[in-house]
């Protein structure tokens, strides 16, 4: 195998054996071999595009097979060997459309023709990464796959929401579409020059601010407007059900049949910022939030006693002592020699039936506590504008100095405590804008409100990851308040935390709206090579993090 596209890689260079994640050699292997399918079945629908007889499911389908591929998402193998199948079965429905059901000609590449049987022998050095022999080329291409990854995994939630536009999805399904066919290596097309690639991966951020754009409005409509909630952090006397990931619509599902049983609900990890949300608020059985980031699930799943659903990426592989207790859904599955993770699977409609979580609960012991106190989330950009005067006056007045985005994903390694070491060394009168996990770094420190505004905490919370969009939304308000013609001119900085492929396309879409002096860590993605590296320094300022004290000085003091 060999992956490097999340921050946890071997050595900053790349796995090779199993994954940093947990993810077994073979399974990564069968992932490269998915998306290799996915490319030719890519192909194969752009041409039926242009004739007319693209396949109507391709969107939803290749949403669902790249989600699955993300870090801490899949471990299951025999999920992905049921993929490869039904790509190659899907790819050669569309092809033979294309060709009338006659074979294709001698100029199609391998991704369209491959045999399953060939594809199965196929290794990571014939298929995967490496298969890219120029380093830069490889760079772009890798860049670009891991934000597709992203973009899929957030339109898959607006999927499941049921809230697409016909015009702006299908605009979204194309691009994926386009951007897998431009990875192809043996295309007989004409290889896409490095200015393209880069253009291409400005394309995906622009492509990620309106699919969270669409999410941000599809959760507000499905849940009604966030806004600043104190979520508890202690625990209740009943058996509860601990749910984590991203998926709302899950955690809908969940609440309505949980309600009356005697059973609790609490939120873990990304989770949190669902307690924001006026229709979750109305269930007294949502207890609180229990834990923090995702990566501190092995203890903290432990100790919660209950059942546990994990519906959308970071899972962690469990531990035996709670692995009877882990429920998955959606693109989440986890199996190995020992276990194999009960799995909850979509019915008509996307209903799914929580019975036997439900059970299971029941006989449980409620949850330990592992602290008592609140959380601060909600402010997306609804509320933040709401007080938007009171900001304003704030900064013109000197309480507020500068605003840090402090915003994205966080991780395992102990370098990440740069994170509440650099906030808790920023200045008084600087306001963090967070979204993502990132926040659990600091989002339980007491670093107190703006003097004299009203109360305005020094830390806004927007929501998950792809609430990112909210914190653009406020930028790009305030610059209209304040009258300046970019958002780089406002005393916003960017110091941005990443992880794996979300994050990837949250950054591609702050490059798309002209985001300069972003700095970015605590290493910066192990894909990008010097040349393209060099390309993102010298058109926009891109930097990677490096101590506290030097860092608050170049983007706070200075």
Request: proline residues 4%.
């Amino acid at each position: 195998m060999f992956c490097y596209q999340c921050e946890e890689t071997i050595n900053g260079t790349g796995c090779t054996v199993n994954g940093a994640c947990g993810k077994k050699g073979e399974v990564a292997v069968l992932q490269d071999r998915l998306i290799y399918a996915l490319k030719g079945y890519a192909f194969c629908n752009s041409r039926g595009r242009l004739k007319g007889c693209a396949d109507p499911a391709f969107g939803p389908f290749v949403m669902e097979a790249l989600f699955s591929t993300l870090t801490n998402v899949n471990f299951d193998a025999a999920y992905f060997e049921k993929m490869i199948t039904e790509t190659l079965k899907r790819r050669d429905t569309v092809r033979n459309a294309v060709h009338n059901g006659a074979p294709p000609g001698p100029g199609a590449p391998n991704v369209a023709v491959i045999t399953y049987e060939e594809l199965m022998t196929k290794t990571a050095d014939d298929i995967g990464v490496l298969a890219t022999a120029d380093t830069d080329v490889r760079s772009l291409r890798e860049t670009l796959v891991c934000g597709l990854k992203g973009l899929a995994a957030y339109g898959m939630h607006v999927f499941i929401l049921n809230a697409e536009d016909d015009d702006a999805t299908d605009a979204v399904y194309q691009f994926i579409e386009k951007g897998l066919v431009s990875t192809i290596d043996d295309s007989p097309l004409e290889k896409p020059g490095t200015t393209q690639m880069v253009a291409l991966l400005l394309e995906c951020g622009g492509f990620g601010v309106k699919i969270m754009s669409m999410l941000d409005a599809a959760n507000t409509k499905a849940y009604g407007t966030p806004s600043p909630t104190a979520v508890k952090t202690g625990v209740g006397k009943n058996p509860g059900i601990l749910i984590s990931g991203h998926d709302l619509k899950d955690l809908e599902m969940l609440l309505e049949q949980t309600k009356g049983t005697g059973v609790d609900v609490y939120t873990h990890g990304e989770m949190l910022p669902a307690h924001a949300y006026p229709a979750f608020r109305a269930h007294a059985h949502l207890i609180g939030n229990y834990g923090n980031a995702w990566h501190h699930q092995k203890t903290e799943f432990e100790s919660f006693n209950g059942p546990i659903l994990m519906t959308t990426n970071c899972l962690v592989p469990p531990k035996e002592t709670y692995a009877d207790r882990l429920y998955t859904t959606n693109m989440v599955g986890y199996s190995d020699d020992k276990i194999r993770v009960k799995h909850i699977v979509s019915g008509t409609g996307g209903a799914k039936d929580f019975t036997d979580i439900i059970k299971a609960a029941k006989i449980c012991l409620p949850p330990y506590e592992l602290e008592n106190g609140t959380v601060m989330t909600g402010f997306a950009h609804a509320a933040t504008l709401s007080v938007a005067d009171k900001i304003i006056e704030a900064v013109k007045s000197g309480h507020i100095k500068k605003f840090v985005v402090m915003a994205g994903c966080d991780g395992r390694h102990k370098e990440r405590s740069y994170y509440t070491e650099f906030a808790q060394a920023l200045p008084k009168d600087t306001v963090i804008l967070t979204a993502g996990c990132a926040k659990y770094r600091y989002n339980k420190l007491d670093l107190g409100e703006i003097g004299s505004t009203g109360g305005i905490p020094r830390v806004l919370d927007a929501g998950q990851c792809n609430d990112c969009y909210s914190l653009v939304v406020i930028a790009l308000e305030l610059a209209k308040a304040f009258g300046v013609n970019s958002v780089n001119d406002l005393p916003i900085v960017y110091n941005i935390a990443w992880y794996e492929q979300k994050a990837t396309l949250v950054f591609l879409a702050l490059l798309h709206l002209g985001i300069q002096n972003i700095v970015i860590g605590p290493v910066l993605p192990a894909c990008l090579s010097p040349a393209v590296l060099d390309v993102l320094v010298k058109t926009f300022n891109v930097s990677k993090n490096t101590d506290v004290e030097t860092d608050i000085m170049r983007l706070i003091t200075l």
